[in-house]
């Protein structure tokens, strides 16, 4: 049984990712602490051996989404396990958000 919740959280992530990219739907300056609740926690069953519940394709927009949200989250709301996955999420993908061009 809990698997099959698992198998059906992947697309519930990608929809999340969905509605807080299309701003104005769920808008991440005004709703920052439930979205970094939801994508803290999933980021920390991933990190203890749920994989398969988050795309590849999800984690990195989970990323995208914790860039934008920088200025306004407040990571100490959330559990240990969170902060640190998300930490760990952001550190891993930081190379798509550093875009530096030196001359």
């Keep these: 049984m809990f698997l099959t919740c698992l198998s ?3 697309p519930l992530q990608a929809a999340l990712c969905d509605l807080v990219e299309q701003q104005g739907l ?3 300056d005004t709703h920052h602490a439930e979205i970094l ?5 999933t980021l920390a069953l991933v990190d203890s051996g749920e994989e398969d519940m988050v ?3 999800t984690l ?7 860039y934008r949200m920088q200025k306004n989250v407040c990571y100490e709301t959330l559990s240990v396990d ?3 996955s998300i930490q760990k999420a952001m550190a891993q ?4 958000f550093n875009n ?4």
């Design 8 to 10: 059906l959280l992947s």
């Design 37 to 41: 609740r939801v994508i803290g926690e």
């Design 82 to 84: 969170a902060q640190e």
């Design 26 to 28: 769920i808008r991440y």
């Design 60 to 66: 990195l927009r989970f990323v995208s989404i914790l």
């Design 100 to 103: 530096v061009v030196t001359p």
């Design 93 to 96: 993908y930081a190379h798509h």
């Design 55 to 57: 795309s590849p394709e």
